[in-house]
């Protein structure tokens, strides 16, 4: 039988996948070595879908087995959870902007490797935004926008962090179909994710 990320990276059966979970746990592997081996898959998969190897399709699909994975691995996690969820994100898309299909890809791909995400849902105001950042305490706040009319929004949450004294606190990323790196930079968001995947790998810089 293949293992876990070569399951992952062939879109394999999600009862295959759980059985080989089951079968690492039995053996006394460690949970967190589990989801290290999830990250993996799933930088390997962006990769493919990169190289236009994969689509969208199979990469949605990666992201259901790898939170299939992290479903199976949470009650093992209770006694380490404190440390694993150190990794703790809010998510949303800021006011003026209902769109939530990329910002839902990213939450989903983020909890499958590990990261306590806090989903704020569409059209987030500043306030809601500075308040949850008070109430939760996380790491990084990231914000979502597919319209060129409301990705300006993020910048005015970046200045209510800062007026808050909250910006020196937390680490801020950006995406969303119109958002560049160098637009990331005007606004001193402090990275830009192209994906889902950059998102993984932009996070896990950020909070190191």
Known sequence: MADLKELILE????????????????????PTK???????????VGKKYDRGEY??????????????VSKALEPHLANIKKTIFTKKVIIGTVKGDIHDIGKNIVIMMLRATG???????IDVSVE??????????????????????????????IEGLKKEGLRDQ???IIGGRP??????????????????????????????
């Open 11 to 30: 879109m394999g059966d999600i009862d295959d996948v759980k059985k080989i979970v089951d079968e690492e746990l039995k053996s006394g592997k460690d």
């Open 34 to 44: 589990i989801i290290d081996q999830i990250t993996e898959a799933l930088i390997e």
């Open 55 to 68: 689509f969208l399709s199979e990469l949605m699909m990666a992201g259901i087995l790898a939170s299939e």
């Open 115 to 121: 990261f306590d995400v806090v989903d704020l849902g």
């Open 128 to 157: 809601k935004f500075t308040d949850a950042v008070k109430k939760e305490n996380p790491r990084v706040l990231g914000m979502s926008a597919l319209l060129t009319s409301t990705m300006y929004e993020m910048g005015n949450v």
């Open 170 to 172: 937390i680490k801020v």
């Open 179 to 208: 958002v560049t790196q160098e637009f990331a930079d005007e606004i001193g968001a402090d990275g830009y994710a192209e994906d889902s995947i950059e998102a993984i790998r932009k996070l896990n810089d950020l909070i190191k």
